[in-house]
């Protein structure tokens, strides 16, 4: 605090505000020196929900702070990628009680912690596929750096950077250090700081890896203008009447209407299952500097489950991310057909995500529909307007309803029942 | 073996290759420099480092 570092951080957003709460006796733990409390972030996320730029987004931030840090004689004690949420589009670190003095010849003891957390997934999905952000789920700390160096493939080996920090360092996990604690390396400052910098433009370097995407492109070149026009026309009009705080957009694609939303709620998660259209998205609203809008990756048919001791360590995406209202536009087909899911348990999970939801029907004569089909056998005959009215209705009333497109694309305004 | 391996502590092997690429570094900026001195020594122009 007296170092100055607190303000010269807050205020550019960097590390979350907290203010003193007054009394530490009003705390139930009896050793509380001081309360803190934290302003809030709107929604929180795992980084098996970020896409790789926001994982090299906090990467970069947790060095820059590391570094301010390091100036003040002071540093990180751990670099967990959980000490990152973001607030809209921008990283921000939000352990307050990572910061600790320096001594003197102390190496820094998280920089195992950032290549787990950081330099290693970033390598996977730069070298290997941008989806493995999911392997948060299986390695809650991290990923193992020989897990990592074994599933990198040999010309990662060539880049000085990722050699020296993932593959010797892998290599070296299980050395002892020789001749004990008296004889060990003393580290100065200026090393702690090169090797912050070091680890920055290693970080900064990496890109993306090239995955196909069927989606990126999806509404420029395979959607109907026509229809876009209409739905764009009801959606806009249907959520100035219903101003909702909070909104969730399932299958945001590239934020189309996640920006729409966002001109009335406070705060809107575009959440889409296509890591490369997160990405794009994310960047986007970077350089749109809309703040409002959190892109995350999400797949519907298979959401971030609950990690860690009692699978309660972290919680599961679908506790961490309900809304007021939930945008399900052009995804009941995709549910339906590509993963087998019944109108009626879709209808469970968009009761149990928000108060109200626009859900969109897509009929079976639909191209999209049948384009699904070639490849899909129909998991159930039933796939009718019908069916699906009837699934809905028995947990939410039909507020409105109007028809898009020429091929009967229909969309639903439903409000939770109350009572159910 | 391997039991014993357990009971090692995870941070000590990261102290380990932190010092080795500390020294790495430390060369690193030590040869830019001698380059650096060596191409204005000779009268170069000097580039821009990245």
Known sequence: MSSGLYSQLTEKRRLIAHEEVQDPRSSPDPVAARILKPSVIPVITYPASWSFRMLQAAAVLTLDIQLKAIEKGMVLKDASAYNIQFAGPNPIFIDTLSFEQWSEGNPWFAYGQFCRHFLAPLALMSYGDVSLHTLWSAYPDGIPLPVATQLLPLKARFSMGLYLHLFLHASQLNATPRGGAKTAKKFSKQELTNLANHLKAIVKKLKPAATPSNWIEYYENDVEQAYQVKKREVISGWLKEQQPGKVLDVGANRGQYSYMAAETAACVIAAEADPTCVDAMWLDMREKKVDRILPICFNAANPEPGIGWMNEERSSVLERIGADSVLALAVTHHLAITYAIPFHRQAEFFFRLGKEAFVEFIPKPDPKVQLLLKTHRNPFDSYSRETFVAAFEKLFDVRRSAVLSDSGRELFWLVRKPGV | ?50
Not at chain 2, 15 to 42: E, H
């Open chain 2, 1 to 50: 073996m391997s039991s014993l391996l357990l009971y090692l502590d995870p941070g000590s092997g990261s102290v380990i290759v932190q010092a080795l690429i500390a020294a790495f570094l430390g060369a690193g900026v030590f040869f830019k420099s001698i380059k650096l001195w060596a191409s204005q020594f000779f009268g170069n122009k000097t580039k821009d480092e990245e």
